[in-house]
């Protein structure tokens, strides 16, 4: 059984490796993601927070790369430590997400009855407003901090994975083996864990490189309407906001912000196109 399960994986890995929207895509997320570390680890060519008034809107140059803002802040040491928080937030929420809703979408396939009625339900309320509107209700009740940021997003994304993890659950649980395990006595746990989770393992996959790439973009959404990252931190969609003004006569301002979001979104995307390629069995076989 580990020898079968260790060469589906290699086969997986092989498939992903042959995918080319998934080697650009893990290219481009490597990049954003090394970005991120230098910004973490202040190895930037400026303080992202220092202001200069004799550097105000400065074209990019040698000594400053993507130029200056109105502040006279080093525009690329903003953007990568925008970039840093963006990554951040977005993968506390889809981490967060995640957790809760495939562990709610397992529970309520398998034990189904009212416990699955009530997660079905209230889901669909979840599911009746737009991801957006939502994020902006609960951040703005709760509060812009990252953390609470992240806590709105995640709210917003569980409903997703509680339908990704249920949806095979519910075939699953109905199979020839899973009965025959159930007659032999194995404990719910075990068939959970050994038999339920290992078949929900692929779309969940597929669906935590989705939800990171939208979680980018909800976050920049919340900063470039003022209820993310606050000013004078630094935040790719709040960087958007404020160049808006700038963007006639000081494009960088602007354009290298936008850049970064389109990256990292569009990376992730075609990471999750490889990943679905490599773990549905009925592509590699077409």
């Not at 951040?139 to 709105?152: D, M, P, Q």
Request: charge should be positive; hydrophobic fraction near 50%.
């Amino acid at each position: 059984m580990a020898k079968k399960k260790e060469v589906s994986q290699r086969g997986a890995i092989h498939y992903y490796l042959q995918s080319t929207s998934g080697i650009v895509g893990a290219v481009l997320l490597l990049f954003m993601i090394v970005v991120s570390i230098c910004a973490a680890m202040g190895w930037l060519p400026h303080n992202p927070l220092d202001q200069n008034v004799d550097n105000l809107l400065h074209a990019p140059s040698s000594k400053f790369w993507f130029g200056t803002d109105d502040f006279g802040r080093d525009v690329f040491s903003r953007t990568l430590d925008g970039m840093r928080r963006s990554l951040t937030v977005s993968i506390t929420a889809v981490s967060l997400a995640a957790i809760v809703g495939i562990t709610l979408g397992i529970l309520g396939g398998y034990l189904g009855k009212w416990f699955d009625m009530v997660i079905t339900r209230v889901s669909d309320v979840f599911f009746a407003f737009p991801a957006i509107l939502l994020a902006l209700a609960i951040v703005a009740s709760l509060g812009n901090a990252w953390y609470e940021t992240s806590l709105a997003i995640a709210i917003v994304y569980t409903p997703i994975f509680i339908r990704v993890a249920r949806g095979p659950v519910l075939s699953v649980k109905e199979m020839d083996y899973i009965k025959v395990s159930r007659i032999l006595g194995f404990s719910s746990p075990r068939i959970l864990i050994k038999h339920i989770l290992p078949n929900v393992f692929a779309p969940i996959v597929v669906q935590i490189a989705l939800s990171l790439s939208w979680a980018i973009l909800t976050e920049s959404g919340l900063s470039f309407l003022g209820l993310g990252t606050q000013p004078p931190n630094a935040s790719l969609g709040l960087m958007v906001s404020d160049a808006q003004p700038l963007a006639a006569f000081a494009w960088w301002t602007l354009v290298f912000p936008s850049l970064f979001i389109t990256i990292v979104v569009v990376g992730l995307n075609l990471v999750g196109d490889g990943l679905r390629d490599a773990l549905d069995p009925a592509r590699r076989s077409s």
